[in-house]
Structure formats: C-alpha cells, structure tokens
C-alpha cells in the first residue's frame, strides 16, 4: 500500500481510509464497506443517544448537581433498519420518569423513515406487495414482510385523498370516460367493484389519469356524482372538444346532464364488439371490412356515404345492425368533425375514435389486482388502484403526445 505525505484533517482522514482498505478484502469491497457504514452509523447512534440523555436530565452519569431534571434507569435495546442496512442491540437510554424521548426515531419505530418510503416507491412503481422484499433485499439488507408493506402503504391513503380532492385545471381538450369491473375477495365473499375512471388529453398534449372512484354500478346517479365532483374542482369543460365513452347508459345520460353543450364520441371498438355477436361467423370479415371503411374516411360526409352504401349492402340479411348504427352514428361519425391538421389527422382520430387510450391503463390494474386474494376494505383497493394510475401519469409527464398540438 503506498503512502501519502499529508498534514492535519487529511492524514487522519487518509489514515482511516489505510486501515480500512488493509482489512478489506478488493473482491468484497462493496460490502465492507456497508458493513463498515453500519457500523460508523451505530457509533454516531450510541453517541447522540448520549448526548440527548445529557441534556434531557441536565446531568452526566453518576453527577451529583442541583440542576438533575431526573435520572438515568439504564438501557433497552433496539433494532432499526436503516438505509445502510439493520443496525442490531441499539443501547437506548431510558429515565427514571419514562419521560425520555430520541429525537432520532419515534417510540416503537422499527425502520428509518427513508426505508419507508424505499417500500412506497416500490408500491407506486408496480412492484408487488409481495415483491418488495425481493427488491429490497440486495440494497437494504433488509427482510420486509408482506404485511409490513401493506401497514406502510397505508400511508397512501393520505395521498389518495389529496389526489381525489385536488384542483383540477380546466385544460384538457379531449376525455375519455369509462368504467372496469374488478371482482375481488372482501373476507370469504366475492364482491363486484366498479372503477369510473377519467382520462384526459391536455391542449399540450399531455396525457393523465384525472380521478377515479369505486361505485358499486355504473348507474346514472353514480356517473353523475362523479362528473359533478370534476365540474366543481374546475373541470369546466371551456377547452373540450369531444368526450369519448363506451355505450354506458349511466354515462351518455349524466353527460347530458354536466356537460350538455360538449360533442360525445360513442366508441368504435366498444360498438364493433356489440355488433360482431350479431352476425353469422361467415359474414363477420366482409361487414367488419365495410364497417373499418366508414371510420376511416377523410370526411364525415364520405363517412355517411359509405354507410349508406353498407345499409343497402346488409340491410336485408342484418336490419337489427342497421337500426343499431344508425341510432347512434352521429355520436360515431363526431370524431370526423374536429378540424386537424392534414398530417396529424390518421395519428389522432385513431386515438379519439375509441376509448382504448384508457382500456390499456385497466389492463394494468387487472395485472395487479388478480394476484390478491383479498381486499380489507375499499381503502385497500384505492390503494392498489391509486398507485397505477400514479405511476402511468409519472411516465407520461415525459412523453407527451405533441401531436395533439396541431389543430386548425
């Protein structure tokens, strides 16, 4: 090992780094030096605990003076898991009073506050309740159980309701309305829940889950309850250009009620889904190829055109489709009606023709939700809910849809 000439701080400091790096072992470096930071971080510990004792009791141990505020009743010992790893047998001070409080952690507290919010960021980043453990493990050193990550993700439920309650700015120029059923286990029962959920594209194109709220169906009263919240946050609807839903009559109908100036676009995908049960297996890919014609036409006029076209095409052998189609093909046809630019149009009408934008975020809360055999209560579920949606809006703050900036 060579040496170096230095004077005062630096030549104790390069001493301790000398005597350090003679013990170490080079192909475990890493881990000397975590053990060592352990170590470091209990001396620090066992050193401050003393020094709050001091001042708590205005007194040094054995000290006989008139300024004693109380006295000294031994140890007991703790662990903590920190950052740097479990630090193990922590001496803390106790009173004679048992008034005696750390100020380095709270009474009863098992883990520093920054492993805490380790196990959070996982939750939020959609690792597994039961994965946390895995993924902490090689950095903390440290076994989290199960249930210790759902008693700290509790702490969500202060996040979820800011979410829920916060100002919501009237600038989203498109919003997609829908709904998933979960089924999930509450105790030895199975219950059905359903997930209204808002999503909406900004005038920069910024894409974000708006709100959400577990209903038990997706009535009238239900969707209109939760239009309404928006509307009284701020969700105006002063720059929307077109509301996308399914065929959900609870929505179409509160729409008519929050929102009753604003074009409603009824879903494609939603409505293709419908008719295909209508047809005959042998029909089925002539009359979707007629149908992919009409929403894929420049214009609304050639899209009536061609409907017309398909109605005396199908009439006879499907009315019924006919009559679907035509009842609702002025909501079908709204999304041909937004003046875009020329280059831009393919790109953005295949992303406001359906509600498809908001059927790939429930395909995530599906993936997490199915794993979990039961749900306490509803806290739990807004929970899981809450931290894919969180996570989804943090990755697109970054990937903006600068497309939707190019409108006549």
């Known amino acids: 090992m060579r040496t170096v000439n230095l004077t005062g701080n630096l030549k104790l400091r390069w001493q301790f780094v000398n005597e350090f790096l003679k013990e170490s072992q080079s192909k475990n470096f890493w881990i000397d030096v975590n053990k060592l930071a352990m170590q470091k971080t209990k001396s620090v510990l066992q050193i401050a605990l003393e020094e709050e004792m001091f001042q708590y009791t205005q007194a040094g141990r054995y000290e006989r003076t008139s300024l004693r505020l109380d006295s000294r009743n031994g140890y007991y010992m703790r662990n903590l898991d920190t950052s740097f790893g479990p630090i193990e047998n922590i001496k803390v001070p106790r009173s004679r009073n048992g008034l005696f409080q750390p100020s380095m952690f709270e009474k009863y507290q ?132 077109l509301i996308v839903t399914d065929g959900s009559k609870g929505l179409i109908a509160a729409l008519a009620i929050v929102y009753p100036g604003i074009k409603h676009q009824r879903c494609w995908f939603h409505k293709l889904q419908n008719i295909m049960k209508l047809l005959k297996k042998k029909d089925q890919k002539q009359v979707l190829k007629a149908l992919r014609k009409i929403y894929n036409a420049q214009s609304r006029a050639v899209a009536l055109k061609r409907f017309k076209d398909f109605k005396n095409a199908w009439n006879k052998t499907y009315s019924n489709v006919i009559k679907s189609l035509e009842r609702d093909l002025e909501e079908l046809l709204n999304f041909l009606t937004i003046p875009i630019k020329k280059e831009y149009r393919a790109f953005i009408r295949k992303r406001i023709r359906t509600t498809n934008v908001i059927e790939r975020s429930f395909r995530e809360i599906r993936r997490r939700t199915k794993p979990m055999s039961c749900f306490n209560n509803n806290d739990s579920l807004q929970r899981i809910i809450f931290a894919v949606f969180y996570r989804l809006n943090t990755n697109w703050k970054e990937k903006p849809l600068n497309q939707f900036t190019q409108f006549i």
């Not at 506050?113 to 309740?129: D, K, M, P, Y």
């Open 110 to 241: 098992r883990r520093q506050e920054a492993v805490n919010q380790a196990i959070t960021n996982c939750f939020l980043l959609g690792v597994s309740t039961r994965n946390v453990k895995n993924v902490l493990k090689p950095l903390l050193g440290v076994n989290i159980s199960a249930s210790t990550v759902s008693n700290v993700t509790k702490e969500l439920d202060k996040l979820v309701k800011k979410f829920h309650q916060r100002e919501v700015i009237d600038d989203y120029q498109f919003l997609f309305l829908d709904a998933i059923n979960i089924s999930v286990r509450y105790g030895n029962k199975s219950v059905k829940k359903t997930v209204l959920t808002a999503y909406g594209i900004t005038i920069l194109g910024q894409r974000e889950i708006i709100d959400f709220r577990i209903v038990r169906s997706e009535s009238k009263d239900a969707c209109e309850s939760f239009l309404n919240n928006l509307f009284n946050r701020g969700l105006k609807g002063h720059n929307l250009k």
